[in-house]
């Protein structure tokens, strides 16, 4: 992996508040000479020409699609994006190809990538490459530049400069598991919390959750985690971080729990409202515009950071309280445009565009703070670069279920973890169906907030939903290893089929298969598209059915089921 720099890049950028970064320079093949930089009154740009078959992916959280070649994309935060235009809830602006190469751009802007365009070859002459190592003669740039009809651009608004790493490797899964160790390899995670995490309806109160705890234990449905909904705050849209009167005794509620062997986790989102006990100390650390009538603290400062952990600490985690879900540090621009504007401004210097990038990574490390050495798996709506030492889980207020599953496709490029969340359904099949991708998938995520009941027991599935978490508890093991290789070697335990086989073309297009821990590979069926699929099987390995022990041809077929179809790879 070598940096090459690019101009003076800003300071206030993804690595300087990853604490866990640790870059290791060394050599490798990609020539300086193919960067053009610019630097312009408003931006900076990056061209570089890639390879006539040259395949692009990654890039975070993209939902709606899978190759990137010839697409643009913008990697800006949005909550609810409509098409397929890079904007994520967790936009990264790395991205890998087939080529043996990658590039992570070390920027909070929303940076715009156009991968793979045409240039007018009269303007592909002479340029000026910085620090990044002088180009060679100007007939042997121009000689290169001319093997390829193919560019990409890299626009980065406000910046004067970029520090790129390019790192090398044989396949996408060593290159992506180097960008991961950059950041301090994957999440140490707890045995618990990949067991299912049910998210209780957000009307209910603590006696109501009592009784549904009760209901999973009589009926030996594994549960693990239960997670509360707004409702248990005495104001929600901000957030007092107080009890309210649902629960007149958290104590004794959160012991009820736990003597029933539940972990417990807490929804929240850190607009602080003017009733939080630390709203005035927090309010010179926090941005110049409120979000709900609440403040936006800035955890770009230590002391935002402090102040909130604090209370976090001592009102919460210290009371039993061993998760979060982190909600709303994203932000939307179709649903009413909510949260802070890209002009917003923050003590630490971070303007609103900057801060957006990094809110979810920051809140994260604030949390990680208020835990201390407590094991966690948790939830968060935004993230971004450089975060795949926290063992957070990146979700959604979308649904289409064909997104859900590229989702989890698509997670392991770029350091960051997806629940393909079940929330309610239709009918059994989508029930059923859901529920499937769900338990092959890092986190078994149940998210019944908006559903006054228990949502597979009104489509009469309980049985189905029972045999397949008992599917769960057998992965468990299988996955906690996963995920102790993620933190070791920064190999994803959630895997693209052209991360492991590269130089497979019949993967480039595949986004509706996986490869999950060492070796299995799952083909989920999605909700509401009958009972049959094409599956392809590598025909670089041997494979069998994961569930009969059978031996399977490797290659492409059908397959006709109501199960989910999964294959282990053999050894
Ligand atoms: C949304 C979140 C949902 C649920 C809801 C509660 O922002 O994505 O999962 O928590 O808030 O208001």
């Known amino acids: 992996m070598k940096k090459f720099t690019f101009g003076t890049p800003e300071t206030l950028v993804p690595s300087k508040f990853c604490d866990a970064f640790d870059y290791r320079e060394g050599e490798v093949r990609y020539p300086a000479s193919n960067f053009i930089f610019k630097d312009r009154a408003s931006d900076c740009i990056l061209e570089f020409p890639i390879e006539d078959d040259c395949q692009i992916f990654g890039f975070g959280l993209q939902l709606k699609q899978f190759a990137h070649r010839g697409r643009k994309l913008k990697m800006d935060v949005n909550a609810d994006p409509v098409t397929a235009n890079g904007e994520s809830h967790a936009p990264v602006p790395f991205f890998v190809t087939n080529k043996g190469y990658g590039m992570y751009f070390d920027t909070a802007r929303y940076a715009e990538f156009y991968c793979g365009k045409q240039k007018n070859p009269a303007f592909s002459g002479a340029a000026s490459v910085s620090e990044g190592g002088a180009a060679d003669s100007e007939a042997a740039l121009y000689a290169s530049r001319r093997e390829t009809s193919a560019w990409m651009s890299v626009r980065i608004p406000a910046a004067h400069g970029i520090d790129v790493y390019v790192i090398e490797g044989d396949s996408i899964t060593d290159i992506v598991s180097q960008y991961n160790m950059l950041a301090g390899g994957g999440p140490e995670v707890p045995e618990w919390g990949l067991g299912m995490l049910y998210r209780c309806y957000t009307g209910w109160d603590s006696e109501k959750i009592k009784s549904v705890a009760d209901y999973f234990r009589a009926n030996d449905i594994p549960c693990d985690i239960i997670g509360l909904e707004p409702g248990w705050h005495s104001h929600a849209y901000s957030c007092t971080y107080k009890w309210s009167d649902r629960y007149p005794d958290p104590d004794g509620f959160l012991s009820y729990l736990k003597e029933r062997g539940y972990h417990i986790n807490l929804w929240e989102h850190a607009f602080t409202h003017p009733d939080a006990d630390f709203f005035d100390e927090i309010a010179p650390y926090s941005g110049d515009w409120m979000v709900w009538g609440g403040l936006v603290p800035d955890f770009a400062t230590p002391e935002a ?28 621009d179709n649903t009413g445009g909510w949260s802070f504007p890209l002009s917003a401004e923050f003590p630490s210097g971070l303007d609103g565009m900057q801060y957006h990038s990094l809110f979810g990574t920051l809140y994260v490390k604030t949390i990680m703070d208020a835990l201390g050495g ?3 798996l948790g939830e968060v709506r935004q993230m971004g670069a450089l975060a795949a030492s926290y063992p957070f889980v990146l979700y959604s207020d979308l649904y289409d279920h064909r997104d859900f599953i590229r989702g989890v496709v698509n997670s392991g490029f770029s350091g960051i973890l997806w ?16 529920m499937q991708a769900v338990v092959f998938s890092v986190q078994c995520l149940v998210n019944a907030w908006n559903y006054d009941g228990i949502p597979w027991v009104i489509h009469e599935c309980e049985d189905e939903v029972k045999e397949l978490l008992s599917v769960r508890a057998g992965l468990i093991p299988m996955l906690k290893a996963a995920f102790e290789e993620y933190h070791r070697t920064g190999k994803p335990p959630v895997r693209a089929l052209v991360m492991d086989y590269t130089d497979d073309e019949k993967t480039y297009h595949i986004d509706n298969e996986y490869l999950f821990c060492d070796d299995l590979l799952v083909a989920p069926i999605a909700a509401g598209t009958g009972d049959e699929r094409e599956v392809y099987l590598p025909v670089a390995d041997k494979w069998e059915d994961y569930f009969t022990g059978e031996p399977v041809e490797s290659g492409s077929f059908r397959v006709k089921t109501e199960g989910i179809p999964v294959y282990r790879r053999r050894k």
């Open 374 to 376: 407590t094991p966690t």
């Open 305 to 332: 950071r402090k102040i909130f952990a604090d209370y976090m600490r001592e009102h919460l985690v210290e009371h039993g309280v061993d998760g979060f879900k982190l909600d709303e540090c994203d932000s939307s």
């Open 419 to 434: 629940a393909p969340e079940f929330r309610s359904a239709h009918s059994k099949e989508e029930c059923v169906r859901r």
